[in-house]
């Protein structure tokens, strides 16, 4: 494994024992309010949090003389764009929030998932869903419906930048997806929220147990500079 691969599973690893609430708190204070992907839901209960890379997928309207059973077939498909997709990504669709027709089905999942993707998040809604939850492909999305894609989407490209759920997604950009929803994490930015992230998981634990002991939230949450004193004093 190289230097650069091992940095990589590092900060995965790193990230994947944070909240997505946490994140947020932390971008927040960067000055990044719209890091939460709208409308990207667990498909499943229980399903794990899950850190990735985005493999960005764009649909624009429905338009009839291009959104066509034959356009599954062209070069630039969903199909071509699944097999272009790296093992461990997190494939991220712009579909507009519509949810009248499902951008994958259960064969395109299965297909996913056989390649090694790591979830799928969208802000539109899948199809054949009895069979997309038995692929084991993690899945984030609208809901479901019927139809299928070209019955109110037209699809364009992918590894471009995107707007998913009203966020603006770059390629490799870094996902984290769990109970709370999708949140994105700017590549830019994914070294600097890793190192902050599990200090404020403590700090937030060690506030946990004091509120369970009984402990008023004034001056505690957040912690003024006695009770930051005993937070510091509590990890000696």
Same mark, same amino acid.
């Given at each position: 494994?190289?230097?650069?691969?091992? =940095?990589?599973?590092?900060?995965? @690893?790193?990230?994947? !024992?944070?909240?997505?609430?946490?994140?947020?708190?932390?971008?927040?204070?960067?000055? #990044?309010?719209?890091?939460? #992907?709208?409308?990207?839901?667990?498909?499943?209960?229980?399903?794990?949090?899950?850190? !990735?890379?985005?493999?960005?997928?764009?649909?624009?309207?429905?338009?009839?003389? #291009?959104?066509?059973?034959?356009?599954?077939?062209?070069?630039?498909?969903?199909?071509?764009?699944?097999?272009?997709?790296?093992?461990? $990504?997190?494939?991220?669709? =712009?579909?507009?929030?519509?949810?009248?027709?499902?951008?994958?089905? =259960?064969?395109? $999942?299965?297909?996913?998932?056989?390649?090694?993707?790591?979830?799928?998040?969208?802000?539109?809604?899948?199809?054949?869903?009895?069979?997309?939850?038995?692929?084991?492909?993690?899945?984030? $999305?609208?809901?479901?419906?019927?139809?299928?894609?070209?019955?109110?989407?037209?699809?364009?490209?992918?590894?471009?930048?995107?707007? $998913?759920?009203?966020?603006?997604?770059?390629? !490799? =950009?870094?996902?984290?997806?769990?109970?709370?929803?999708?949140? %994105?994490?700017?590549?830019? %930015?994914?070294?600097?929220?890793?190192?902050?992230?599990?200090?404020?998981?403590?700090?937030?634990?060690?506030?946990? !147990?004091?509120?369970?002991?009984?402990?008023?939230?004034?001056?505690?949450?957040?912690?003024?500079? @006695?009770?930051?004193?005993?937070?510091?004093?509590?990890?000696?």
């Amino acid at each position: 494994m190289t230097s650069e691969a091992s =940095d990589e599973n590092k900060l995965i @690893e790193t990230l994947s !024992g944070v909240t997505t609430a946490t994140l947020t708190t932390i971008l927040l204070k960067k000055g #990044l309010r719209n890091v939460w #992907l709208r409308g990207a839901r667990p498909l499943n209960p229980g399903q794990p949090r899950i850190v !990735g890379r985005a493999f960005t997928l764009r649909f624009v309207p429905a338009r009839e003389d #291009l959104a066509t059973p034959e356009s599954w077939s062209s070069p630039t498909s969903t199909r071509a764009a699944i097999e272009a997709m790296p093992e461990g $990504c997190i494939a991220v669709v =712009d579909a507009m929030g519509v949810t009248d027709a499902g951008i994958f089905g =259960d064969i395109l $999942c299965a297909r996913m998932h056989k390649r090694g993707v790591a979830a799928l998040v969208t802000d539109g809604v899948v199809r054949d869903v009895a069979g997309v939850r038995a692929t084991g492909l993690p899945v984030w $999305c609208n809901g479901v419906a019927a139809p299928p894609s070209v019955a109110g989407l037209t699809f364009v490209n992918w590894q471009e930048p995107i707007a $998913c759920g009203g966020v603006a997604v770059y390629p !490799g =950009d870094m996902i984290v997806i769990d109970e709370d929803g999708a949140v %994105l994490i700017p590549a830019s %930015l994914v070294e600097d929220v890793a190192a902050l992230a599990p200090e404020q998981e403590r700090l937030e634990g060690w506030i946990m !147990g004091e509120v369970e002991a009984g402990v008023p939230l004034p001056g505690l949450y957040p912690p003024n500079a @006695e009770n930051k004193a005993r937070y510091e004093a509590s990890k000696k």
